[in-house]
């Protein structure tokens, strides 16, 4: 291996999915020398208690976010468009999750 | 719904809405009988788990004493699940061994009030780390004689030997991953990381040929170790290979845990094990 030795390691963020047919949800982030690495680290850290069935982590600086100046062009238009939202379907009580 | 406790509600399937945390936890001897079961010698069964049970126990320790010492705050949780996972593993095998002996001795008794010379470890499992390299070195020679023990294990005509052998499989094959990563990453690391590396494991293998020279109740119990020396051989070299790391020639040094012959660490092990059982006997709080 050649190179610069980096004295801190990236920051990764990490995703869980508590059981089959729900999202990764964001849970928190950590630091790891490469993404295997940080695979570990996430299951050493956020499914301890059972938490997860799957994991997800990204190099947090491969993540875009949004800037907080744009909150009101970005967000607030949906504000007031009620109709939208598909309030008149009846949902099954065998579909929790929607 | 309600529970009469936290670990009830915890292990509860249908309740997932109340908890932040994960649900759905298991007990891995739920259902298992606890007799010894015809055709199995209990002094034997005993002693075994006595062996098992200080592996694990002797090792959980050690593990415990890098916590606040890691080099990195992520590794520091995963050194102390591992510790954990041995430590549960240790308190299975010592009720066992309890149950098995017939004398009431329970977990507690044998882990805390039993002196050197009455401990069944292998010295693999005592040795201190003198740094970080030494710690995955040593995890990765006893995770990888472990997990081959384990796995027979879980064919053990005792059936709580067999669950334990189960269960502890999984875990075990986390420990082996984990060591082995570090393993190859220090050694297929920089110079001075490789150096570092391979001095590790030069300093512990001396201590891998006792894991193999088996003990009479071993082979009566039909778990001779050197049954799995191959399998054994074959991962060491895989993971020295892939590491760019020499593999030691010879291995095994004079003394046998086995039979309560101890390195003068054990000890001071002890001590700080033991210390707080033995000087507020029967202490609750």
Redesign the interface.
């Given at each position: 291996?050649t190179g610069e030795?980096k004295h801190e390691?990236p920051l990764f963020e990490v995703f869980v999915r508590?059981k089959r047919g729900l999202n990764h949800v964001h849970v928190g982030s950590?630091?790891?020398?490469d993404p295997?690495?940080a695979l570990?680290?996430a299951?050493?850290?956020y499914?301890?208690?059972?938490?997860?069935v799957s994991i997800w982590v990204v190099r947090s600086d491969d993540v875009t976010a949004s800037e907080p100046d744009d909150k009101a062009m970005f967000f607030e238009p949906s504000g007031d468009k009620v109709y939208r939202h598909p309030t008149y379907y009846a949902i099954p009580d065998s579909v929790p999750h929607i | 719904m309600s529970f009469d406790d936290a670990y009830g509600a915890l292990t509860d399937h249908d309740d997932d809405a109340r908890w932040a945390y994960g649900t759905g936890f298991t007990d891995p001897l739920a259902g298992v009988p606890t007799e010894v079961p015809a055709g199995v010698d209990a002094a034997d069964l005993a002693a075994y788990c006595l062996m098992l049970g200080d592996d694990a126990l002797i090792m959980s320790h050690r593990l415990q004493q890098w916590v606040t010492r890691a080099p990195e705050l992520e590794d520091e949780v995963a050194i102390a699940n591992i510790a954990l996972d041995l430590l549960g593993q240790a308190r299975l095998l010592l009720t066992r061994a309890g149950e098995a002996e017939g004398e009431g001795r329970d977990e507690d008794a044998l882990a805390y009030l039993r002196d050197a010379t009455e401990f069944r470890n292998v010295r693999l499992a005592e040795r201190s780390d003198p740094d970080f390299a030494h710690l995955v070195a040593r995890l990765l020679v006893f995770a990888t004689w472990r997990l081959a023990l384990l796995d027979r294990l879980a064919g053990s005509p005792d059936p709580v030997l067999a669950a334990i052998g189960a269960k502890g499989a999984k875990e075990v094959t986390y420990h082996r991953e984990y060591a082995a990563g570090w393993v190859v990453r220090l050694g297929d690391g920089t110079d001075l990381s490789r150096q570092r590396m391979q001095a590790a494991v030069d300093a512990v293998w001396p201590l891998t040929g006792e894991l193999f020279r088996p003990h009479e109740v071993e082979q009566r119990m039909d778990m001779d170790p050197s049954a799995w020396r191959a399998e054994f051989d074959a991962v060491m070299t895989e993971v020295l290979t892939v590491a760019t790391l020499r593999r030691p020639v010879g291995g095994d040094v004079a003394g046998y845990g086995r039979d309560g012959e101890h390195t003068d660490e054990m000890a001071a092990i002890l001590a700080e094990l033991q210390n707080l059982k033995r000087s507020v006997p029967g202490g609750v709080w």
């Open positions: 291996m030795i390691w508590a950590l630091r790891a020398a295997q690495m570990h680290h299951r050493d850290l499914t301890r208690r059972n938490e997860g | -």
